[in-house]
């Protein structure tokens, strides 16, 4: 059995001043996105919007669905086909992908959904900024299932998480979330793109005969290659659990081998999809941590107690799932305590408390109300 993998390299237009959600968009465009379904929805709107100009220019597909539902089992449809694809939505929106995430995840189709987040629950603030689908983007679907999360804090990282989420896709055949924030989505900030350095992955081409091929097995190592559809290739695609060929099973010993796979191809490559960024945390007693637009706050407020003789550090998140374990566990008998800022009631907090296992002291500062944490909110907190 062999593969072929291509890397390419595409050149966008630069750009001085961008918001968050147009370096989305060059990110999905630079990363080689040829589907896009979607359905409008408050703040996500305006990704649809430019998709729906770029992407018939340049001979690929938009197509505005029904509802979110069949938006994203048109992504996937697409995806089977061979095409890279992706949709965007924010929490109502995102609820209702569910079903289809896990689907996702079970028939190992590589697709990106983007979630600008808003105030909720149900219709909330739908113009205001929120964290509050941490958990949802990691166990909104029913049963286990592996996810990849990633957060960006700034335009910057808007354009280079939107390729990694694309890349990281095709690499382990998996969905992959963006989940921004809608102050992100909408601020701006000067960037000069493209960046000459991004990577763009491509998935592996199936070289071996139709007749041959199995879309699940294990002889192909961590992450089968997945044959398009169109290609000659047919095999079966179902949310069942299933054997290598892709039809359903009961033989137990089929299923955990698979499952066993099926996780591994994740939990075996942290050191590739989980990235983390940190600063000052050498000598730190209190360590910040943080993620999207409340890592600006926290980052400020870093500073300031910095300035008034406070030892402290902070580590930025930019990837949510799988959680970045590893920083925390190796922090959390160094420093005294972890001050975990987020616009939620303490989600990723949960997880800050599990790792460090009581070996520093971890407290919040939280806002759900729609409206940013404050720097000074922070600083008050650190200097306890």
């Known amino acids: 059995m062999s593969t072929s993998a291509g ?31 979607g359905y409008p ?6 990704i649809a919007r430019w ?16 509802d979110e539902i069949s938006s994203l089992a048109a992504v996937l449809g697409a995806s089977l086909t061979g095409l890279k694809s992706a949709t965007a939505t924010s929490g109502p929106g995102f609820s209702l992908m569910q079903e289809h995430i896990g689907y996702a995840a079970i028939a190992e189709i590589p697709c ?16 205001q900024p929120s964290q509050g689908d941490v958990m949802q983007s990691r166990w909104g679907t029913h049963g286990d299932h592996p996810i990849i999360v990633l957060c960006p804090s700034s335009v910057l990282e808007s354009y280079t998480l939107a390729i990694r989420a694309f890349n990281l896709a095709e690499r382990y055949r998996t969905p992959v979330i963006l989940l921004m924030d809608e102050v992100i989505a909408h601020m701006r900030e000067k960037v000069r793109l493209p960046l000459p350095e991004a990577e763009i992955y491509s998935r592996p081409k199936v070289t071996t005969p139709p007749q041959g091929y199995r879309p ?29 060929s892709g039809f359903y099973t009961a033989d137990l010993a089929k299923i955990n081998t698979w499952l066993e796979r099926l996780f591994g191809k994740i939990d075996q490559h942290l050191d590739d999809i989980v990235q983390v960024q940190t600063e000052d945390v ?36 930019l990837t ?53 944490v404050e720097p000074g909110e922070i600083l008050k907190v650190i200097e306890e």
């Open 282 to 317: 050498e000598n730190a007693s209190v360590v910040v941590v943080s993620y999207g637009a409340a890592a600006r706050s926290a980052r400020y407020a870093v500073k300031q107690a910095q300035e008034n003789g406070v030892a402290a550090g902070m580590v930025k998140l």
């Open 112 to 127: 990106v959904i983007i979630d600008v987040q808003r105030t909720g629950p149900s219709t909330g603030r739908p113009t």
């Open 216 to 244: 699940y097995s294990n002889d192909w190592g961590d992450v089968p290659p997945m044959a398009s559809f169109g290609d000659g290739y047919r095999y079966n695609i179902t949310g069942l659990f299933h054997d290598e």
């Open 320 to 372: 949510l799932w799988p959680f970045p374990e590893a920083v925390i566990r190796q922090l959390a008998p160094k420093i005294k305590r972890f001050v975990v800022v987020e616009m939620n009631r303490g989600q990723i907090q949960l997880e800050v408390e599990r790792v460090a296992g009581g070996k520093a002291e971890v407290v919040g500062v939280n806002r759900m109300d729609g409206e940013m």
């Open 7 to 37: 890397i390419t390299e595409k050149v966008r237009v630069a750009a001085r001043l961008m918001r968050g959600d147009r370096a989305v968009v060059e990110g999905m465009l630079a990363a080689g996105i040829e589907f896009y379904a």
């Open 41 to 46: 929805i408050t703040p996500a709107n305006d």
């Open 51 to 66: 998709l729906s100009e770029e992407l018939p220019q340049q001979g690929s597909i938009f197509i505005q669905m029904e």
